[in-house]
């Protein structure tokens, strides 16, 4: 399917102007810990590097061969190992990801607890 490229360029005066309008809005920064400009696609947030996964109705094998942890970022084989991050989420957003990320985190903290709830004996 076809998608649009964009590509622009900023002359020195308006990277000059950003930097001042975010120096104003953030307040002063020590010496050599100026803002800085950055180039577009500089600043990425990866997504997918230990995708998210479903067990198929109980299909281990496949789903490990097509994802690392399952919806609460527990990984596959592991009882005691779960991840959390952007690198969850199965696949680019259209935007920024925190907030998936984040409700991947709270459902994986809801499953920890009511994992340890089933046992009595916990510390």
Known sequence: MPQPAFHYTINDSDAKRCSEMITGNLGGFLPGAEPKYLPPGSALHICGTY???????????????????????RVWGQKNLVLGGCGIIPTQNACNPTLTAAAFALAATDQIIADLDEHENYE
Not at 51 to 73: M, T, Y
């Open 51 to 73: 995708r998210a996964g479903d067990d198929k109705n109980g299909n281990l094998e496949e789903a490990k061969n097509e994802s690392v942890v399952n919806r609460f970022g």
